[in-house]
C-alpha cells in the first residue's frame, strides 16, 4: 500500500513566501492599474475633457510616479487649458526622467511651446533648440523655433524704441522745467524791478512834495515879509 507523502512548509517559512509573492505582484498589478488610468485619461483627453483627463493622469501619477507617460500626459493636459507655467514645468520633470530619444525631444517641444505661450521667446527658442539636437526632422520645431527667434527680435526693437522714448520724455520734462525756472526768475526780475521802479517814483514823489513845500514856505515867508514891510512902510507918515 502506498502512503500520499506530503512536504509541510512550516509558519516562518511559509509567511516570507508569501511577502514574495506579494512583493512579486504587486509591481505588476499597479504597473496594470497606471496604464489603466492613463488609457481612461486619453479617453478624455480625446473627447476634449481636459480637466477630467488630468486628474486621471494625476490619478495615474499617484499609482507608479516614475512613468514618465503620466506625467508627460498631464502636462499636456495642463497646456489644453492654458496652464503654461504648470505645464512647462512637468514637460521639464519629464525630460529628466525618459532617456527615450524620442520622448525626450518631444518633451523639449512641448517645453517651448509652453513658454512661448507663456511670453517667454528667449527661454522657448532654447527648449526647441534641445529639441531639435534630438530630432533635427521636426519640421514644427523648426517653424516654432524661428517664429520665436522673430517674435523675441521684435520684442527688443520695442524694449529699445520705448527707452528712447522714456529718454525723450525725460530730455523734454527737464527742458520744460528749465523755461520754468527761467520764466519764473524773469517774472521774479520784472517785479523786482518794478518794486524798484514803484519805490524810485515814491522817493520822486516825495522830492518833489517837499520842494513843494519849501517853495510854499519861502512864498509865506516872503508874503509875511511884503506885508511886515507895508505895514512899517504905512505906519510911517508922510511929511
Given at each position: 500500500?502506498?502512503?500520499?507523502?506530503?512536504?509541510?512548509?512550516?509558519?516562518?517559512y511559509r509567511t516570507?513566501?508569501?511577502?514574495?509573492?506579494?512583493?512579486?505582484?504587486?509591481?505588476?498589478?499597479?504597473?496594470?492599474?497606471?496604464?489603466?488610468?492613463?488609457?481612461?485619461?486619453?479617453?478624455?483627453?480625446?473627447?476634449?475633457?481636459?480637466?477630467?483627463?488630468?486628474?486621471?493622469?494625476?490619478?495615474?501619477?499617484?499609482?507608479?510616479?516614475?512613468?514618465?507617460?503620466?506625467?508627460?500626459?498631464?502636462?499636456?493636459?495642463?497646456?489644453r487649458q492654458q496652464?503654461?507655467?504648470?505645464?512647462?514645468?512637468?514637460?521639464?520633470?519629464?525630460?529628466?526622467?525618459?532617456?527615450?530619444?524620442?520622448?525626450?525631444?518631444?518633451?523639449?517641444?512641448?517645453?517651448?511651446?509652453?513658454?512661448?505661450?507663456?511670453?517667454?521667446?528667449?527661454?522657448?527658442?532654447?527648449?526647441?533648440?534641445?529639441?531639435?539636437?534630438?530630432?533635427?526632422?521636426?519640421?514644427?520645431?523648426?517653424?516654432?523655433?524661428?517664429?520665436?527667434?522673430?517674435?523675441?527680435?521684435?520684442?527688443?526693437?520695442?524694449?529699445?524704441?520705448?527707452?528712447?522714448?522714456?529718454?525723450?520724455?525725460?530730455?523734454?520734462?527737464?527742458?520744460?522745467?528749465?523755461?520754468k525756472n527761467d520764466?519764473?526768475?524773469?517774472?521774479?526780475?520784472?517785479?523786482?524791478?518794478?518794486?524798484?521802479?514803484?519805490?524810485?517814483?515814491?522817493?520822486?514823489?516825495?522830492?518833489?512834495?517837499?520842494?513843494?513845500?519849501?517853495?510854499?514856505?519861502?512864498?509865506?515867508?516872503?508874503?509875511?515879509?511884503?506885508?511886515?514891510?507895508?505895514?512899517?512902510?504905512?505906519?510911517?507918515?508922510?511929511?
Open positions: 500500500m502506498k502512503r500520499n507523502i506530503h512536504f509541510k512548509v512550516s509558519d516562518p516570507i513566501l508569501v511577502l514574495l509573492i506579494l512583493l512579486m505582484t504587486f509591481p505588476a498589478l499597479f504597473a496594470q492599474e497606471d496604464k489603466k488610468y492613463i488609457r481612461q485619461g486619453n479617453r478624455e483627453y480625446n473627447d476634449a475633457k481636459f480637466v477630467e483627463s488630468e486628474t486621471k493622469y494625476r490619478t495615474a501619477t499617484d499609482k507608479n510616479k516614475s512613468n514618465p507617460d503620466a506625467v508627460f500626459n498631464t502636462g499636456d493636459a495642463l497646456y496652464k503654461y507655467e504648470e505645464a512647462g514645468k512637468l514637460f521639464i520633470e519629464n525630460s529628466e526622467m525618459t532617456s527615450e530619444k524620442s520622448k525626450k525631444a518631444a518633451s523639449y517641444y512641448n517645453l517651448g511651446n509652453s513658454l512661448l505661450m507663456a511670453d517667454k521667446p528667449a527661454e522657448s527658442i532654447e527648449a526647441y533648440k534641445n529639441s531639435l539636437k534630438l530630432n533635427p526632422d521636426n519640421m514644427e520645431a523648426k517653424y516654432n523655433l524661428a517664429y520665436a527667434q522673430d517674435l523675441l527680435r521684435q520684442q527688443q526693437q520695442q524694449e529699445q524704441q520705448q527707452q528712447q522714448q522714456d529718454q525723450n520724455n525725460d530730455k523734454k520734462e527737464e527742458q520744460d522745467q528749465d523755461k520764466d519764473q526768475n524773469k517774472d521774479e526780475q520784472q517785479d523786482e524791478e518794478q518794486g524798484n521802479q514803484q519805490k524810485i517814483s515814491k522817493e520822486d514823489a516825495e522830492r518833489v512834495l517837499n520842494s513843494l513845500a519849501n517853495e510854499e514856505k519861502k512864498v509865506q515867508e516872503k508874503v509875511k515879509l511884503a506885508k511886515a514891510k507895508e505895514s512899517r512902510v504905512r505906519s510911517v507918515k508922510n511929511w
